[in-house]
């Protein structure tokens, strides 16, 4: 193994939010990183190596799904636990609703004692992180005939119709999600936050194959 002996901080699972996490501590700071991953690292977004069904956001990903089901603790029934085993993780095989909840549960955090984790301080993280992630919300006229026909039998049946699902001060209502999905990919957060700083001159991802087991380690100098 060709594993640095020293790195200021080791993100161990490169999934969703620790690909986000290196990415950012690679891009904001000096410090090397060291990402421990237990799936594979296919490479930037235009590496040619994503499989179709990660990448397809009409596609439910299942090539880098670990398998979990609820045998052990249901024995008389099989629900499956999707979790992707892959850089990038669960973001790179889920359904894509971008969605920042409600301003009461924020604030509740924040009146907790949790400074800095108000609805008004995070905003700013949400935009951030929805320019990142290439978030979009559906025009009306893009709405599919099957969607249409949910959005009117719930508000039929007394449901109020959102005009933005993420506002954060209208927390119930029903519209179409907006998506982290770009040109039809699942934008996951490897694309988003990994991809930008690979190619600077420090950083070293590598796949290693080690008893079994693959682990990416990207080190960012
Ligand atoms: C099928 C599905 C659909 C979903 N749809 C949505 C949606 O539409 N909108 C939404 O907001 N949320 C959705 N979610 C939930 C969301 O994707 C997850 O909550 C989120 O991605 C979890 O992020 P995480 O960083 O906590 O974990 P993960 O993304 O699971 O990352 C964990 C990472 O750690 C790695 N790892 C695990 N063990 C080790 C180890 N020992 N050593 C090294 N690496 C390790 C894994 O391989 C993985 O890459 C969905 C989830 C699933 C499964």
Redesign the pocket.
Known sequence: MSLPHHADTIV???????AVVAGLLTELTEQTVLV????PDFGPFDSGRWPTDLRNARLLGTSCD?GYTSEATYPDRTVAF??????????A???????WGSRIDYDAWAASGLAGWSADDLLPHFREANRRMRVRTYTADEVTPFQQAAIDAAVANGVPHAADLNDLDDPVGISASPVNIHDGIRWNTAFAYLDPVRHRPHLRPQLERVSGSC?LHARVR
């Open positions: 161990i699972g490169g999934g969703t939010s620790g421990l991953e237990a799936g670990g999707e979790r992707a085993k892959v850089i990038g993780g669960c973001s095989h889920n359904g894509c609703a971008a969605i682990r």
